[in-house]
């Protein structure tokens, strides 16, 4: 379960709540006049200047907290609305004010109160508010219980969260909803066909294994998931120097985020026949593993040349999609930590994704603005496939040159995707690197959000 609760209680008008004025630098000077003498004098005695992010307590007649000040930018993010969350000392808060988008000023508060605290002795204790009028309190704590998922999967280290232990986080999601899971691991994977899911895989010390989680009716609609597992990434063969592996626990952010994804979708129960694959592995060094120039066949029949072995992530992918395909889903959606070339292109905070359907780009687009939940479409050019050429297999996995890196690794991808399917990738970081008001540094849900509206839209309750 989540690490951390929400902080809203039930909505109410309790006027025992402390307000919270939200206010931006045109609705500072009328707040401020609505305040008592006292008031005033407190806050112009600190320089409250209503700059976003601003945040000041002020006194009541009683000597305790009687009202707060926060300072939104006009245009800025609602969500920022979380530093609330760790900004205020313990007590009951309302909102009251100008929040701009209240809907997502409340999810902000409530993705700020998370505090990844397994490995504590005493956890945080924090604010509580109550839910601002028109919220739907179900679903901001829905959509904050599946991004505490998502942080707790990303944040536990591999000796708590080996691919053994990921595929028990899977049935205890499916349990709670009661879906069905079925599990293909060690050599039963090269007899089942799923061999580049094992070649990664087998040097680790815990079996290589393809986790498939299945829920809805069989009538309704066909939504895939697949998300990327690895759960420590040592680069293989084509070893990671040591700052470039100390955060490879989040490897496997694919595949929290899919399952994040997949706790919205069977909570708020909408009509699709959901399907969440999730190759799972620890790519380690053994004397098993696989090697640089190695020839892999695969589940779709295509040989593949291993360029290096730190590009893992595709390969595991490429045999989870063709096994996603051969059902013909209306719609299939894999996520995955797989380049720092998207990285370097978009930074930690902004998600390429890749789709050669216009009307899916465009509904993600939007969905992606509606819920500040950012991402940014990149192309599938196609040009660049000559880049992925073998001179012994049909194609390599990497390309020679540093290059389009995330866009070569999707073209790879879509090599094992039927062209009929409608398909979305999303190259994920999952990772925050500096704190942020709704989110601590650590682990982080990408474009769940968005996929949620967007599937929603398209598949209603």
């Not at 040097?203 to 299945?214: G, H, M």
């Not at 066949?297 to 360029?307: C, D, H, L, N, Q």
């Not at 990408?446 to 209603?460: D, M, N, V």
Request: hydrophobic letters at 45%.
């Amino acid at each position: 379960m989540p690490s951390a609760a929400t902080p809203f209680l039930a909505a109410a008008k309790d006027r025992q709540a402390i307000p919270v004025l939200g206010l931006t630098p045109e609705t500072a000077a009328d707040t401020l006049k609505s305040l008592s003498p006292r008031q005033q004098a407190w806050a112009q005695s600190h320089g409250f200047e209503a700059k976003a992010g601003t945040l000041l307590t002020l006194p009541g007649e009683d000597g305790k907290i009687g009202v707060v000040l926060f300072a939104m930018a006009p245009d800025g993010n609602p969500l920022a609305a979380g530093k609330l969350a760790h900004g205020l000392p313990k007590g009951l808060y309302r909102l009251e004010g100008d929040w701009g988008d209240s809907r997502l000023a409340a999810l902000g508060i409530a993705l700020g109160a998370y505090r990844f605290d397994r490995y504590r002795s005493q956890p945080e204790a924090g604010a509580r508010f109550l839910v601002p009028e028109g919220v739907d309190r179900g679903e901001i704590e829905s959509l904050a219980a599946a991004t505490f998922l998502v942080r707790d999967l990303v944040n536990t280290p591999t000796n708590d969260l080996g691919p053994d232990a990921l595929e028990k986080a899977v049935r205890k999601l499916a349990a709670a909803h009661k879906a069905k899971v079925r599990t293909i691991a060690g050599d039963a994977l090269l007899k089942q066909n799923f061999p580049m899911i094992h070649a990664v895989g087998r040097a680790s010390a815990i079996a290589p294994r393809l986790i498939e989680l299945r829920w809805g009716r069989k009538s309704d609609p066909k939504v895939t998931l697949v998300g990327k597992g690895v759960c420590f990434d040592t680069g293989g063969l084509n070893l990671k120097p040591g700052t470039s592996m100390a955060l490879m626990k989040k490897d496997m952010g694919g595949a929290a985020n899919v399952l994040g994804l997949a706790r919205l979708i069977m909570g708020a129960g909408l009509k699709v026949n959901l399907r969440v694959l999730i190759p799972a592995v620890e790519n380690s060094v053994a004397g098993n593993a696989f090697r640089p120039g190695d020839i892999l066949p695969s589940r779709k029949g295509i040989s593949v040349e291993i360029g290096n072995t730190d590009a893992e992530g595709r390969l595991i992918l490429g045999d989870a999609l063709a096994y996603g395909d051969e059902e013909k889903p209306d719609l299939m959606i894999d996520m995955a930590t797989l380049t720092g070339a998207a990285r370097v292109a978009l930074g930690p905070d902004l998600p390429p994704f890749y789709s050669d359907d216009e009307d899916l780009a465009a509904g993600l687009a939007a969905a992606s603005r509606a819920e500040g939940d950012p991402l940014w479409r990149m192309p599938l050019w196609q040009p660049y496939d000559a880049m992925l050429a073998s001179k012994i297999a049909d194609t390599n996995h990497i390309t020679s040159g540093g290059f389009a890196g995330s866009v070569t690794a999707a073209l790879f991808l879509k090599k094992f995707i039927g062209p009929a399917t409608p398909w979305i990738h999303l190259d994920i970081f999952a990772w925050v690197p500096n704190a942020k008001p709704w989110c601590p540094v650590g682990g982080e849900a990408q474009g769940i959000r968005a996929l949620f509206k967007l599937i929603g839209s398209r598949y209603p309750a």
